[in-house]
């Protein structure tokens, strides 16, 4: 069965296929741990999509529009990624580069349009709930991202972001990637604590969703 598989997954088009549908399920995954857990207990991605978590977080407390930080967020996600994947074609493969723009554009649309409450009516959790159990929304949240960034991998793209941005500067300075990304994290939550000096907790817990997100990555994928 085994052999049969990756038979078939030499098949071009059949590799495109999947790996599509992959992507598309991994986009779904990901919004949903955004949108569920990560916007509504006031916590913070890690890389582009927290960078358009705090621009949502500030807009939505503003007033200025009458959408919720999730689905602004959504859309400058797309915004801030779109110089990240011209930089994507001209570096790194087309396949890699199409895989990677294609999740950044579901994940960009699925967290604009997806709604906060029909997805806690499905899952049989309260409006609320995020806030009272943090820690546990940086788990499940963790997972759900992670896994979703793995699969990504697996099937030769990425989450585009701070991971395309992070892969192209390695090769250029003398920088791990994870160097990078750490870096750019850190800076993500210390800005979230001067904007918000009083929610210190909350980047507490962003740090606990950073280190499931990042755990679960290289139990999939490293392994």
């Known amino acids: 069965m085994e052999r049969r598989f990756e038979k078939m997954m030499k098949n071009n088009k059949i590799n495109?296929?999947?790996?599509?549908g992959v992507i598309i399920f991994s986009a779904f995954v990901y919004?949903?741990?955004?949108?569920?857990?990560?916007s509504e207990a006031k916590l913070l991605a890690s890389g582009v999509s927290g960078m358009s978590l705090i621009i949502g977080r500030l807009i939505e407390e503003s007033g200025l529009v009458n959408y919720t930080e999730a689905q602004i967020s959504g859309i400058f996600y797309f915004v801030l990624n779109l110089p990240i994947?011209?930089?994507?074609?001209?570096?790194?493969?087309?396949?890699?580069?199409?895989?990677?723009?294609?999740?950044?554009?579901?994940?960009?649309?699925?967290?604009?349009?997806?709604d906060v409450n029909v997805l806690m009516d499905i899952v049989g959790i309260s409006n609320g709930w995020q806030i009272?159990?943090?820690l546990e929304s940086a788990l499940f949240?963790?997972?759900?991202?992670?896994?979703?960034?793995?699969?990504?991998?697996l099937?030769?793209?990425?989450?585009?972001?701070?991971?395309?941005?992070?892969?192209?500067?390695s090769s250029k300075k003398q920088l791990s990637v994870g160097k990078i990304n750490a870096i750019v994290n850190a800076c993500i939550i210390a800005l979230s604590i001067i904007l918000w000096s009083d929610e210190i907790l909350n980047a507490l817990f962003t740090l606990a969703f950073i280190f499931i997100?990042?755990?679960?990555i290289d139990m999939i994928f490293v392994a």
């Open 85 to 114: 994947m011209v930089l994507s074609f001209r570096k790194f493969n087309i396949k890699f580069s199409i895989l990677s723009i294609l999740h950044m554009v579901i994940t960009s649309l699925f967290t604009s349009i997806l």
């Open 132 to 134: 009272d159990y943090r």
């Open 141 to 153: 949240s963790g997972v759900m991202c992670g896994f979703s960034t793995a699969i990504c991998y």
């Open 31 to 38: 919004s949903i741990g955004v949108v569920l857990f990560v």
């Open 213 to 216: 997100n990042a755990s679960v």
């Open 16 to 20: 495109w296929i999947v790996s599509i």
């Open 155 to 169: 099937v030769g793209g990425s989450s585009a972001g701070v991971d395309l941005l992070a892969a192209y500067l």
